[in-house]
């Protein structure tokens, strides 16, 4: 199969595209949800034992574990459409980076509130200042400052530019936010927050854990190209596909 | 050097300067010693005196004491080096016991002792039903010869 795939670099091109692969999104979060929900409240066992023996609460791991990997990795590729952006001058992009950062600032803010919830049970404080908690609070201000500083400048492609740059820098938070609880010395790594280690999880935990975190991955598809297909004809609405496009519509 | 190939330099460079920081700041946090104190740093004299400070460590093992009368509550914790005892009025959180984790935040007296306002329960991360932890522990404390006769005491 040979697929051009410069041409969905295009914006009428993706535009197109990201219109049919909307609803194949929706489709896969909608029967990734019930899957993992499902999982999550009916197979997995009530109560923890061994050295963690949480209660019922324990269940918000579904959703916060899996909201806290959607923050890290959304600002990656975020970053990522940032630099092609800056390099090839794609106005694509440009649009790609600005369309995903509302998502992952949810998801960020997902993190943070239910894992207040969670540790006031568990821990006994909705709030620390602890290494994890204070970096993922950071990146959360990474999301507003780059959404912020996008729509401070009127110029597009300056705010293109210059929130791309800040998008960049603010990177250095994806690592430290990643080795805060997972450094390879565990005496060093003075915090609250428990490591990471999937090998220590039970398998029906981990299966509702990794279907959520596969949800919420489509999700992020389908919101993200639902807000570049309104972008694209933002920018694009003097263009000539739009205006023909907009015709089509008014005579159907 | 077309433009392109200049901006993808700079992109490049910047990543590589980015990735200078991370590697700074994740060593900064390693040898980070505010977030807490260990009972063998607090004994060395490390930690701030008459300042608020947390001490972090696991709770000594049949150390904790419930006043009748009130809500105090004594307790030692350890590093398995050095001990610094605790004494804390309030009521603890869920996952707090003997033997586990434990972040507190208070002063240090002049009589040696901690006196905690907040009491946090550190967790690890193992999350598996009670009796897989179970079977998991006697195996391993046990010895796999001994799971039969034990079987019944594994569960806490």
New interface residues.
Partial sequence: MNVNWFKFASPPAFYSLAGRLIPIFWGLTLTLLVIGLYWGFFQT?D?????????EY?RI?FIHVSSAWMSMWLYFVMVVWA?IG????TRLSFMMAKAIAPTGAVFTFLALWTGAFWGR?????YW????RLTSELVLFFMYIGYIALHSAIDDIRRADRASA?LA??G??M???IF??IN?P?PN?????H????LT???GN?LFAMLTMSLAFWMYSFAATFMRLRSLILTREAESIWVRELLTQRGEQ | MKA?QK??V??GL??IG?GA??TL??TA?????S??FSPSQVLANEAPPNHVFRL?GLVTKGSLIRESDSLKIHFDVTDNAKTVKVIYTGI?????SEG?GV?TKGKLGADGVFYAE?????????????????T??TAHAEGVTNTATTSNGA?N
């Avoid at chain 1, 049970?121 to 404080?125: F, I, Q, R």
């Avoid at chain 1, 620390?128 to 290494?131: A, I, L, N, R």
């Avoid at chain 2, 603890?92 to 707090?96: G, M, R």
């Avoid at chain 2, 991360?125 to 009670?130: K, L």
């Fill in positions: 066992t109560q923890l034992g061994g050295s963690n023996p949480q209660k324990y791991i630099a800056l390099v090839f001058n049970p568990s821990w006994g404080t620390d200042w602890d290494p740059l960049i820098v990177l250095v994806v690592p430290v080795w805060s450094c010395d060093q790594c003075a915090a609250l428990q490591r990471s280690n220590k999880i039970d935990i | 392109r901006r993808l700079f992109i910047a990543i980015i920081a991370s700041a994740i946090l390693n040898s980070n010693i977030y807490f972090g603890l959180p869920d996952l707090f586990k972040v907040e009491v946090l329960a550190k967790h690890d991360e193992e999350y598996v039903p009670p009796e897989v932890a179970s998991l522990k569960s």
